[in-house]
Nanobody
Framework: QVQLVESGGGLVQAGGSLRLSCAASGSIRSMWTMRWHRQAPGNQRELVAAITNTGNTNYADSVKGRFTISRDNAKNTVFLQMNSLKPEDTAVYYC???????????????WGQGTQVTVSS
């Protein structure tokens, strides 16, 4: 019903920048809060940043001032601009979105397949 496809991951040196994108497609009635999570090897998945459909944002303390989440509601796309990257930011980054499918009237949560971000020291 709703698919999320991430892009923009890769290998970057410490101090560098990357921009992740996540596009939602399918039969969508409406999109609600969109989030980025990450999971490093041996760690639990953690919330990185979130943005509501009205543009309110919040961030994990570890990325405040370095990462910026934004969205394009017309394109059902969320972005994560990551600056001043550190080796500890290395992880698989997952997009998460709350959406109401066209065939339903219930908010459901969807996940992307993940994109690898590797920051070398």
């Amino acid at each position: 019903q709703v698919q999320l496809v991430e892009s923009g991951g890769g290998l970057v040196q410490a101090g560098g920048s990357l921009r992740l994108s996540c596009a939602a497609s399918g039969s969508i009635r409406s999109m609600w809060t969109m989030r980025w999570h990450r999971q490093a090897p041996g760690n639990q998945r953690e919330l990185v940043a979130a943005i509501t459909n009205t543009g309110n944002t919040n961030y994990a303390d570890s990325v405040k001032g370095r990462f910026t989440i934004s969205r394009d509601n017309a394109k059902n796309t969320v972005f994560l601009q990551m600056n001043s990257l550190k080796p500890e930011d290395t992880a698989v980054y997952y997009c998460n979105a709350e959406a109401i499918p066209l065939s339903e009237y219930v908010v459901r949560r969807y996940w992307g397949q993940g994109t690898q971000v590797t920051v070398s020291s």
